[in-house]
């Protein structure tokens, strides 16, 4: 069971989830807790590093520091609940990084778990005690502490239940499940029993908030059944609640299409007039790279005057001001006319393993956007998923009529 | 060096201890800083675990997971002054209780240090590096964390000392040393340059808070010289600053009486009526004990009546009514007319270890005591210290005159 900053974000709904554990160990489970801090711990954390790391504008010596301090958040939240536990009559303790030990390499603030010897927890757990676990935290060979970056809790869990074999990982969060779109703008949404680990990672990495991509893909590598759930549900009724993560091959009720998501986060960098020559693209994208900017979709199309290209590339809404200054400082070694920042789109996608083995799922797609009048600006593809980029005053439009188009309104 | 949670309450003021720290260095010498938690931090947590465990009422499975809580505002102390230091170019690295290792017994909440392998700290500053280390914690022998209690930084701080065989253990505190008595209530008070360990420990017991009694204990069982002083010096300043607690031999300034200290916590409880048989005594004072409560002065008298006794003793403030409701719980079995609490009283106490080797003391105080009409209610002695309860209300009158009837206000 894995608990985010929300769900333990006083005492009160540490209770709550106190009582939550005692149901699963009430029907006879043997249960491992893993625990993110408390809300807004990381945060002031966070905030007290910066203020400690002001002059050194991002010194990586001092990494080692960040996480022993960022990590105690975790560290009180298991605390908390082992006890919390225990005052309602369940044998619990808590285990920080360092203790199982969860072994990571030495990237400070960003570390890989290597390895999770799970001997420590099974034998506590045989021995009838619930394992609080510090999420988000490990420890290098040589003794110092790691953090995991984003997300670290859910891929504790998941590595977790790797270790120790568990027939399955709850994450437990503010969302009682995966959705067939955001049901925010689609009232006609519904819960998925099921989805494959594929799906999950582009619902993930397209912009659905649910799991983070690098659990998806830990529990891809290892085969650990991930079920995502409310953690506002009553002690006792998780049976047959939230959305399974799984294999391919073990779902039940087949579908085309799995979902649609959409992102805001988008910007659409245009360049004009580019000489139509090999090494063009390379340029330009080895200089984003070198600056950390993701490029996601691209296209290049040529001009109508001879020897001239246009090209289109998206990137996120918080590099797109620094990706148009890396492009225009470089206009006179790459020659081209013009560049032009659009922030006003978004990116619609469709996403299905079922694509894979059924034609005209692009058709649809476009059909319906067209019926509605969406103009595609952009499209981009994969195995598993079809990308559009749109005007943002059409998102929800065009999300509602691809979630009509392939019938996912209907049960 | 050590410094408290006021010193290091904020960022500007780990600054300021990061710049004495580095003051130090630029002298030359290898450093080892203890700190405590951000003031208000430990008061933060500590409330979370009575949330956490409020129906256990005290129960003590769970004080494994207290210090796993409340240790973790050292940790983030350690971590922001170790960035702090590398910020200005000062090498540093945290030291957590478990990584150095601080091995302790397994009584959680009040562990007692066993041993501090020091090649690991000595390692790190024979390389130059200043080992910042969290007060107040340890761990056990199998793994858990635990802390020290009250002034436990203070201890934490001695023993890794001790354990490196550091020439000095500089405490910064919130005061610019020891003084011969409270500078609030005598203006002729003087800074002590020198006080021996067994005078500072008197001191400490009779209610100044300069050092913790337990820190003062480790260092005289293991000849650390000790000084206080303030953490409010300009950096590189220290020297001849502060009070230096150390071995009686080595005091240059040979002194009868070294201070005058007072504490207002105090709570008489007279027994009248006390049948005057063997035993009684031990059945009061056990049954006091056995709800531990600490008595501190105890004096005893016949009364006119044949066969019957008075007795009077003293207790803290907050054991005050809880020991008077045990005493007369046990009215009827013990047999005595009736019991009267106090706690209107003040106990003052001259304290210097020259009484050992010099009459007239205790005739000193109680002559300059009964010229300003203080009466004495209750007297107690120890080698180095003479106590005498009074009216709280003279209790600024009383320590004015003690403090000029033994020249401490003279250099």
């Known amino acids: 069971m894995k608990f985010g ?30 625990v993110s801090a408390m809300a807004g711990k990381t945060n002031e954390l966070v905030a007290w590093t910066d203020g400690a790391g002001e ?15 960022v990590a105690s958040g975790e ?5 908390l609940l082992a006890m919390t536990l225990r005052n309602i009559g369940v044998s619990a303790r808590s285990w920080l990084g360092w203790q199982i030990p969860i ?16 001997e420590n927890l099974i ?38 239940a790797a270790a120790i074999k568990a027939d399955r990982c709850d994450i437990y969060t503010d969302v009682d499940g995966v959705y067939t779109t955001d049901p925010r703008i689609e009232a006609k949404a519904r819960r998925l029993a099921q989805i494959s680990y594929e799906e999950m990672l582009e619902m993930a990495s397209l912009g ?23 953690s506002f549900i009553e002690p006792g009724q998780s049976e047959g609640r939230g959305t399974m993560v799984c294999d391919e091959e073990e779902i039940v009720e087949k579908r085309i299409v799995s979902g649609v ?43 109508r005057s001879e020897g001239a290209a246009n090209m289109e590339f998206t990137v996120g809404k918080r590099d797109a001001q620094r990706a148009v200054d890396i492009v225009r400082s470089a206009q006179s070694s790459i020659g081209f006319d013009d560049v032009v920042l659009d922030e006003d789109v978004a990116k619609v996608s ?9 034609a005209g799922v692009a058709k649809t797609m476009f059909g319906a956007l067209a019926e509605k009048g969406v103009n595609i600006q952009v499209i981009s593809t994969s195995e598993i998923k079809i990308s559009v980029l749109i005007d943002a005053a059409y998102t929800e439009l065009a999300v509602r009529a691809l979630h009509a188009a392939y019938g996912l309104d209907r049960l």
């Open 123 to 160: 034998g506590a757990m045989d021995r009838g005690e619930v394992a609080v676990i510090a999420g988000f935290q490990g420890v290098t060979k040589g003794g110092r502490m790691t953090t995991l970056g984003r997300g670290g809790s859910d891929t504790t869990a998941v590595a977790i």
């Open 261 to 303: 998501a959409y992102s805001r986060d988008e910007a659409k960098i245009s360049l004009f007039g580019l000489p139509d020559h090999p090494g063009v693209s390379s340029e330009i994208f080895g200089r984003l790279a070198d600056a950390n900017v993701n490029v996601d979709m691209i296209v290049q199309s040529h001009a």
């Open 350 to 358: 469709v996403i299905g393993v079922g694509m894979r083995s059924h």
């Open 5 to 34: 900053g929300t769900s333990v974000a006083d005492l009160e709904r540490i209770r709550r989830v106190a009582r939550l554990v005692a149901a699963e160990v009430a029907d006879g489970r043997k249960v491992a807790v893993v």
């Open 55 to 69: 002059a050194s504008q991002g010194l990586s010596s001092s990494d080692d520091e960040y996480d022993t301090v």
């Open 75 to 79: 560290q009180v939240t298991a605390g």
């Open 208 to 230: 659905a908030k649910v799991l983070h991509t690098r659990s998806v893909e830990m529990a891809m590598a290892h085969g650990v059944p991930v079920r995502v759930l409310s």
């Open 103 to 118: 072994l990571t390499d030495e990237a400070h603030g960003r570390a890989r778990i290597e390895e999770i010897p799970p």
